[in-house]
């Protein structure tokens, strides 16, 4: 890491400019040193929590002085006369005068094929560093598959507890997927269903689903992956006004099959950050409601950009295919992939069990076992 050489107070105190080593500039401003200060009137060393609000921060503030020591700037605030010390290394980690692009997606198609990223259930359960690349790759990816797990029901609970917690809802802690298939009815097909994020009528939607299966001796059955922000992407690169329509008008969607149900959520097919990020997407044509958000004029324009994206979607270049065993399950970010089932026939069982989780829990999981790595490196 760069060492830092010198600091230049500008702009009457109210910001600063700090030269590195190896020439870099970063400049930071007078109020976000101070809100951001490390000392402990300002941040509990307990459990780093901030113990002021901007009201607490004087609005006339400035910056007197600014000394470097030892790879440590010192800053004195005014009116306060408060004195705080940063270290060099944690102001270039959270520095915001260059583009801080921590980008741990990487988009994928059928291509992927083989490189699903796969472990062993007991190597997941046991060694850490083991589930720190799994959720690393899940993270990377958008969904990850363990294989070789016990064939109990209700195993799926143990994978979430790894990292997280189950999502319980009107389905239950978990629910079942089950088909039989009986000789006896040898004309009947397993429909195949097309590729969907499960529960878009749910706000906040769970973020991960889990599928776990505990047999499946079906012919066809197999589970089908579709990147929903790669196929927001080929959207954008193929027309901007369909991805435009997609992103800038809600959809609805709903759920009322069950007696005391009546979910419904208002949002955007393909849903954006301020930057203009995809940041996550909803595509299941079993739960959409009438559309009512998008206007007269743009309606069937935005049908076309819909059954575009639909037609991405259903690509077989945009998808990869794998037959779960019994004792193998997939984890999917339900914010990000799509998921189908292909047709199955023949005699036999397709037995899955499914749970929902959230994101929140496997990302601070995978957070404090990188931080743990960090500092025994
Ligand atoms: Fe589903």
Request: proline content about 5%; glycine content about 6%; overall charge negative.
């Amino acid at each position: 890491m760069p060492i830092l050489k010198t600091a230049r107070l500008t702009d009457d105190g109210k910001a600063i400019s700090l030269m590195f080593e190896n020439r870099d500039i970063l400049r930071f401003h007078g109020i976000w040193l101070r809100d951001n200060a490390r000392d402990p009137e300002t941040i509990s060393s307990l459990n780093g929590q901030k113990l002021i609000t901007l009201a607490d921060i004087p609005e006339e503030l400035f910056m007197s002085e600014a000394l470097v020591k030892n790879d440590t700037l010192s800053i004195t605030f005014m009116p306060e006369n408060k004195t705080v010390s940063y270290p060099a290394g944690w102001l270039l980690s959270n520095c915001y005068d260059q583009k801080n692009e921590e980008e741990r997606v990487e988009l994928w198609a059928s291509e992927l094929g083989d490189a699903i990223p796969t472990v062993e259930y007991s190597a997941y359960q046991k060694n850490d560093e083991i589930l720190q690349n799994w959720l690393s790759d899940f993270c990377r990816l958008g969904f990850a598959r363990l294989i070789n797990g016990p064939t109990r029901p209700q195993s799926l609970l143990n994978v979430i507890r790894r990292f997280g917690y189950v999502r319980e809802t009107n389905y239950g802690i978990w629910f079942d997927v089950r088909s039989e298939v009986k000789p006896v009815n040898l004309a009947y097909t397993g429909l195949g269903l097309q590729a969907h994020t499960d529960n878009p009528y749910r706000d906040p939607v769970p973020t991960l689903q889990l599928l776990y299966c505990l047999e499946n001796t079906v012919e066809g059955g197999e589970s089908l992956l579709v990147d929903g922000f790669m196929a927001a992407a080929r959207l954008r690169e193929n027309s901007t006004e369909a991805f435009r329509l997609l992103s800038s008008y809600n959809t609805r969607f709903a759920y009322e099959g069950e007696e005391g149900v009546a979910l419904r959520s208002k949002r955007p097919m393909i849903e954006l950050d301020p930057e203009g990020k995809v940041i996550a997407v909803r595509f299941n044509n079993r739960s959409c409601a009438p559309l009512v958000d998008i206007p007269f004029e743009e309606m069937p324009a935005y049908y076309d950009a819909y059954r575009a994206f639909g037609k991405i979607i259903d690509d077989p270049e945009m998808a990869i295919k794998f037959k779960l065993e019994a004792g193998e399950c997939f984890l999917v970010d339900n914010t990000r992939i799509l998921h189908a089932r292909t047709e199955f026939s023949g005699t036999g069982k397709r037995w899955l069990q499914g749970c929902y989780a959230d994101k929140d829990g496997l990302l601070s999981r995978l957070n404090a076992l990188e931080m743990k790595k960090g500092e025994a490196a």
